[in-house]
């Protein structure tokens, strides 16, 4: 199975900007689509964005606008781009498959006020 290593979290402040990679140990060109997720202290993970083989991408409303999903099948890596974060962004992020397989460690995103 492909494992998923995430990077790139850390502490920003409110409407700050963080870049998150994923990178995949195999390759995720026939993985369609590919997602970011989160989940945010006492609540269930959440699907958040989606991009397919073919470039098209989903947002749920929460972060439309702010967030932007991208991949690079040559690299194996999955990102996501988030702009004007908030405090209710943070959240440990995951990438993965939709729906999704093996896990990875996930990165945390914390965002203060």
């Known amino acids: 199975q492909v494992q998923l290593v995430e990077s790139g979290g850390g502490l920003v402040q409110a409407g700050g900007s963080l870049r998150l990679s994923c990178a995949a140990s195999?390759?995720?060109?026939?993985?369609?689509?590919m997602g970011w997720y989160r989940q945010a202290p006492g609540k269930q993970r959440e699907l958040i964005t989606t991009v397919t083989t073919g470039g098209l991408t989903n947002y749920v409303d929460s972060v439309k606008g702010r967030f932007t999903i991208s991949r690079d099948n040559a690299k194996n890596t999955v990102y996501l781009q988030m702009n004007s974060l908030q405090p209710e962004d943070t959240a440990v992020y995951y990438c993965n498959a939709v729906p999704p397989k093996l896990w990875g460690q996930g990165t945390q995103v914390t965002v203060s006020s």
């Open positions: 195999g390759s995720i060109r026939s993985i369609n689509p």
